[in-house]
T-cell receptor
C-alpha cells in the first residue's frame, strides 16, 4: 500500500483549471492511482483511475509520468459545485480503499 | 440509476446500547464494503464481503460484526456502543472485487 501525499488545501476561482498533484514514491507495480471526490456528509465518489500516461473522462484528466511516483488530477473549468475534498489513492484497484489526507478544494466566485 | 441504499440515515443511541446498520447494494453488485468516518477525519475501511463471504478486514472493533445475506444486502451490528463510535458509516458496493466502489449516502450514528 503506497503512502500518498497531497496538498492539504487549494483555492481556485470559477472557470479556472485546477491541477492537484499527488506524490506516491513507493507505489507498487500492481497499484493503480484512483481519485475520489467527497462533499460534506456524503459518501466519496469515484472520479477517475489510471495506471500510467494519461486518462480522460467527462469530468477530469489524470496525468501519470513514466516513473509513476506522482500523478496530477486536472479539473477543467471548475465551478462552485466542485468545492470538495479530493482523495488520491495508490493501491490495488478497488478492494479496501485507504483514504488519507485529501485536498480540500475551495472554488470561489 | 439505482444507488446504494443505507438505512437508517440517522440513528441516536446511548452508551452501551446496540445498533444495526443496513446496506442495500446496487443491483447485481456482489461486493459490499463498510467505512467509518469520524468528525473531521478521513473514511476508514472496516470490513468487506464478496459473494457473502468476508473478504477483507480493516480497523473494525471486536464489538462490531457484519455479514452479507443471500440477497447481497449487508448489516453492520455494533454492540456496547461508545461515545467514540459516533461517526458517519458508509457502505459501498462494487461488481466484483477490485472494481470501482459506489458509496451510499451514509448513516450518521450519534452515541450519547
Amino acid at each position: 500500500l503506497a503512502k500518498t501525499t497531497q496538498p492539504v488545501s487549494m483555492d481556485s476561482y470559477e472557470g479556472q483549471e485546477v491541477n492537484i498533484t499527488c506524490s506516491h514514491n513507493n507505489i507498487a507495480t500492481n497499484d493503480y492511482i484512483t481519485w475520489y471526490q467527497q462533499f460534506p456528509s456524503q459518501g466519496p465518489r469515484f472520479i477517475i483511475q489510471g495506471y500510467k500516461t494519461k486518462v480522460t473522462n467527462e469530468v477530469a484528466s489524470l496525468f501519470i509520468p513514466a516513473d509513476r511516483k506522482s500523478s496530477t488530477l486536472s479539473l477543467p473549468r471548475v465551478s462552485l459545485s466542485d468545492t470538495a475534498v479530493y482523495y488520491c489513492l495508490a493501491d490495488n484497484a478497488g478492494n479496501m480503499l485507504t483514504f488519507g489526507g485529501g485536498t480540500r478544494l475551495m472554488v470561489k466566485p | 440509476a439505482a444507488g446504494v441504499i443505507q438505512s437508517p440515515r440517522h440513528l441516536i443511541k446511548e452508551k452501551r446500547e446496540t445498533a444495526t446498520l443496513k446496506c442495500y447494494p446496487i443491483p447485481r453488485h456482489d461486493t459490499v464494503y463498510w467505512y467509518q468516518q469520524g468528525p473531521g477525519q478521513d473514511p476508514q475501511f472496516l470490513i468487506s464481503f464478496y459473494e457473502k463471504m468476508q473478504s477483507d478486514k480493516g480497523s473494525i472493533p471486536d464489538r462490531f460484526s457484519a455479514q452479507q445475506f443471500s440477497d447481497y444486502h449487508s448489516e453492520l451490528n455494533m454492540s456496547s456502543l461508545e461515545l467514540g463510535d459516533s461517526a458517519l458509516y458508509f457502505c459501498a458496493s462494487s461488481f466484483g472485487r477490485g472494481y470501482e466502489q459506489y458509496f451510499g449516502p451514509g448513516t450518521r450514528l450519534t452515541v450519547t
